[in-house]
């Protein structure tokens, strides 16, 4: 199993530039989440999908949007970079939203100049 | 909501001495309590949890001791080794279900 996938690795977009972080999950979890971390900050939920069909804002969830493709893929999606979103985000999910435990990904970095 | 405080923000020990990191939380109703490391480059791991209806759980050198009466838990590691070094977050669910993470304490073990 590959667990949570994340693509791509490495991005870097000028400010206004638009682009989609892609993630998969192969353990037929039904919760799925996007972090951004950002030094001394944590990991902060920008959107989250408790199962396959809906999907909810978390704490940052300006400048973003997401789609909950089918079981496996939730994607975050950004329309119009700015430099306050340059830092690296995280793809995770949980086999439901009250099982707790959450797998993550690899993670993006993401540079917007 | 749920808030979630760690400290220290960074914490440097030397080989084979213990470390401990606490975090203290504010929702009452909270009942899950898990500590993830991340190496540098690395994406967060789940290293040991405990529930509410315990009071500490040990696996090997590390543990987790809850207080729920004070709000607070925290992550103790003995004997210390240099591949412990890495940043370690604590979180705590909210009522929604969706997990509070803590601001992170970046370890450093001293060769």
């Known amino acids: 199993n590959a667990g949570v996938t994340q693509t791509p690795k490495f991005q870097v977009l000028k400010t206004g530039q638009s682009m989609t972080l892609q993630c998969a999950q192969d353990?037929?979890?039904?919760?799925m989440y996007w972090y951004r971390q950002d030094p001394g900050m944590g990991l902060r939920l920008i959107y989250y999908?408790?199962?396959?069909?809906?999907?909810d804002k978390g704490e940052v969830p300006n400048g973003y949007n997401v789609s909950r493709l089918n079981k496996r893929e939730f994607s975050l999606r950004l329309e119009s970079a700015a430099p306050s979103q340059t830092s690296v985000y995280f793809c995770?999910?949980?086999?439901?939203?009250?099982?707790?435990?959450?797998?993550f990904g690899p993670g993006t970095r993401l540079t917007v100049t | 909501g749920e808030n979630v405080e760690q400290h220290p923000s960074t914490l440097s020990v030397q080989e084979g001495d213990s470390a401990v990191i606490k975090c203290t939380y504010s929702?009452?109703?909270?009942?899950?309590f898990p500590w993830y490391k991340q190496e540098l480059g690395k994406r967060p791991q789940l290293i040991i949890d405990?529930?509410?209806?315990?009071g500490e759980k040990k696996d090997q050198r590390i543990a987790v001791t809850l207080n729920k009466t004070a709000k607070h838990f925290s992550l103790h590691i003995t004997e210390t080794q240099p591949e412990d070094s890495a940043v370690y977050f604590c979180?705590?669910?909210?009522?929604?279900?969706?997990?509070?993470f803590g601001q992170g304490t970046e370890l450093s073990v001293k060769p």
């Open positions: 995770a999910s949980s086999a439901g939203t009250y099982d707790y435990e959450q797998y």
């Open positions: 353990m037929n979890h039904n919760s």
């Open positions: 999908s408790a199962s396959e069909g809906t999907t």
């Open positions: 929702d009452s109703a909270s009942n899950y």
């Open positions: 405990i529930r509410s209806n315990v």
């Open positions: 979180a705590a669910p909210n009522q929604g279900g969706k997990l509070i």
